[in-house]
């Protein structure tokens, strides 16, 4: 099974600033098969990127991601308030499918 | 637009049998392009994968819940189910059901999820 490290846990920034999302595999993810959600409080996770790069349907252009292997990064360029909430990174490079423990962010 | 609704009930007893049914609507179940998936998160939890559903029966499940779970798909109902056996407390959940769709040959990533459905396993 593919483990996969989410860092930092929380990050504490402001509206208008750059957020750095860390996903970290436990071994390669092949073809860079990761994606990641977003989860607002008491709703379901919501599809952002999927193979490690591509932006889903409807989503902003201030959301990228980038990375291969076993480091993957997801970037908010510029937060704006409804982007405050707990991010996952999931892998489905292997049949056993995974996800991140998260990272919350927060206004600081 | 594609939704799924998950449906059953809300309080299973330890030992017993969790079933739930997601229907689908706005989509046929049976459309190839398509993958169907059952996802759970304790309280205040991360998420786990439990297992999907081709539109033809083939399955594949988490192996931590190999043995307890199974999911089964009615194309004639639009829906696919989830039942997992002998449960304990540390089922208790949000239970999600997920779309996942199919590019090339890959079972790719989850893009529409149902609302959520809360499962506490309590005597």
């Known amino acids: 099974e593919i483990v996969l490290t989410q860092s930092p846990g929380t990050l504490s920034l402001s509206p208008g600033e750059r957020a750095t999302l860390s996903c970290r595999a436990s071994?390669?993810?092949?073809?860079?098969?990761l994606a990641w959600y977003q989860q607002k409080s008491g709703q379901a996770p919501r599809l952002l990127i999927y193979g490690a790069s591509t932006r889903a349907t409807g989503i902003p252009g201030r959301f990228s991601g980038s990375g291969s292997g076993t480091d993957f990064t997801l970037t908010i360029s510029r937060l704006e308030p409804e982007d405050f909430a707990v991010y996952y990174c999931?892998?489905?490079?292997?049949?056993?499918?995974?996800f991140g423990q998260g990272t919350k962010v927060e206004i600081k | 637009q594609v939704q799924l609704q998950e449906s059953g009930p809300g309080l299973v007893k330890p030992s017993q049998t969790l079933s739930l049914t997601c229907t689908v609507s706005?989509?046929?179940?049976?459309?190839?392009?398509?993958?169907w998936t059952w996802i759970r998160q304790h309280p205040g939890k991360g998420l786990e994968w439990i297992g999907y559903?081709?539109?033809?029966?083939?399955?594949y499940y988490n192996p931590s819940l190999t043995g307890r779970v199974t999911i089964s798909v009615d194309t004639s109902k639009n829906q696919f189910s989830l039942k997992l056996s002998s449960v304990t407390a540390a089922d208790t959940a949000v239970y999600y059901c997920a779309r996942g769709f199919v590019r090339a040959t890959i079972f790719d990533a989850f893009d529409i999820w149902g609302q959520g459905t809360v499962v506490t396993v309590s005597s």
């Open positions: 706005g989509g046929s179940i049976s459309n190839g392009a398509y993958y």
């Open positions: 559903i081709y539109y033809s029966g083939s399955t």
């Open positions: 999931q892998q489905y490079g292997s049949s056993t499918r995974t």
């Open positions: 071994q390669s993810v092949s073809s860079s098969y």
